[in-house]
């Protein structure tokens, strides 16, 4: 078999950057380019049956072994990485038997451990970082190569007893249409899981609840030597009502269950401007009160400079807990097969969101289990070979677990 490594290296070879400007399936092609590849690894494995469709997705099934009825356990990971950071010509550093000291990356960028405490997690193993340059592509090519491993050792194992398999790769998972096209009912698993978590032990079944805010507003410039009573400088009345958000709310200032308001981008003149926020809580309630919040402050603001404010609130995905929560034996056995291999479980919201939050709404509950990388979107992303490993065994211990129920 194939080392993780290799694999793993290969993946983040690729530059899959998606792309949030783009109205394309996928968003961008280059994607595409390491979807075709993984369909000609999983028929070099004798995966015959998989495929990439027009959409981009690669979808792939490995038949039972056992005898009985088992579940059709999915597992899903997506190719495309950040536009967050650069995302091309990667060049990976391997910090062998580290040691717990700090990691000088490049560029004058450091992993250092009284910023980055979880590195002492890692003493004695092995680390893959970046050159500082640009992002890693752990968040998601991490998962890809477990899912992948995993395939590899069952095709290359037929003593391995396992019920029916089934595998996904997906993009633009990052920026928020990974299943938008996602055909549910092909891909025909009866439960799944995202390899697309973080830190090693990672499990989550509840997400924020989430929304886009963006909002347009129309100043009027006149020359400033004439502007009094007569000009609205739109970027002023922006900044005005920003600051009627609550400061607490800010992301800076939340962690847990505390959800957020964060303002992502200010673009403007005197004439118009458009800020844009995302809007994030697990209560469903705390989450209504918050976009009712923004839209309060835009009233306001027309209210006293009279309709120079527009906005545009989106509901992007809902918390997966309620859909989750009637299946809990998928969580269950993820926590057992954790367990199996040695991995404390740590069972604990996401303060963001995965393609398992949709796919739990189309009919697919999917919690979602750790890839092993951290500080994911940036140039200071790294994820301990270790920690791949362990997902691998992970997925293997579920499809066992499973198995043994048919017995």
Do not use: W
Request: with cysteine; hydrophobic share 40%; net charge negative.
């Amino acid at each position: 078999m194939e080392k993780i490594t290799d694999k793993f290296l290969r993946y983040v070879s690729y530059d899959t950057q998606s792309d949030e400007n783009s109205e394309s399936q996928p968003s961008t092609n280059k994607q595409l380019v390491l979807l075709r590849q993984l369909v000609d690894e999983l028929h070099a494995m004798g995966i015959a049956n998989a495929e990439m469709d027009k959409d981009g997705y690669v979808m792939a099934s490995i038949d039972s072994n056992v005898e009985g009825k088992v579940p059709a356990i999915g597992f899903i990971a997506h190719v495309d990485t950040s536009p967050d950071a650069p995302g091309n010509d990667i060049h990976p550093q391997f910090v062998n038997d580290y040691d717990g000291s700090d990691i000088v990356l490049g560029e004058g960028r450091v992993l250092t451990v009284a910023e980055f405490p979880e590195l002492l997690n890692y003493k004695g193993q092995t680390i893959i970082t970046t050159d500082g340059s640009t992002l890693l592509g752990a968040d998601d090519k991490a998962g890809v190569a477990e899912i992948m491993c995993a395939a590899e050792y069952i095709m290359t194992h037929p003593e391995f007893k396992h019920g029916p398999v089934k595998i996904a790769f997906t993009p633009d998972e990052e920026i928020g249409r990974g299943v938008v096209a996602f055909d549910v009912r092909k891909f025909g698993a009866d439960f799944a899981y995202t390899m697309d978590g973080g830190m090693v032990g990672e499990l989550e079944y509840e997400n924020f609840n989430a929304a886009s805010a963006k909002i347009h507003i129309q100043g009027r410039n006149i020359h400033p030597g004439y502007a009094k009573n007569k000009m609205i400088n739109s970027m002023l009345v922006a900044m005005e009502l920003n600051a009627m958000l609550p400061v607490e709310q800010r992301p800076e200032y939340t962690e847990g269950y505390e959800g957020f308001i964060h303002l992502i981008s200010f673009k403007g003149t005197v004439e118009e401007s458009d800020i844009a926020y995302i809007i994030r809580d697990h209560d469903a309630a705390l989450f209504e009160r918050k976009k009712e919040m923004v839209q309060q402050c835009v009233d306001f603001i027309n209210c006293k400079y009279g309709n120079v404010a527009t906005a545009e609130i989106k509901n992007q995905y809902r918390n997966m807990r309620e859909m989750v929560e009637p299946h809990f034996e998928v969580v269950e056995t993820a926590i057992e097969a954790l367990k199996m291999a040695g991995v404390q479980p740590k069972v604990q919201p996401i303060r963001g969101g995965t393609d398992g939050a949709n796919l739990s709404f189309m009919g697919l509950p999917c919690p979602n289990i750790f890839a092993g990388g951290h500080n994911f979107h940036g140039r200071l992303e790294f994820v301990p070979v270790e920690s791949m490993e362990k997902a691998t065994q992970v997925i293997l211990n579920i499809l066992k677990i499973f198995s043994k129920k048919s017995e």
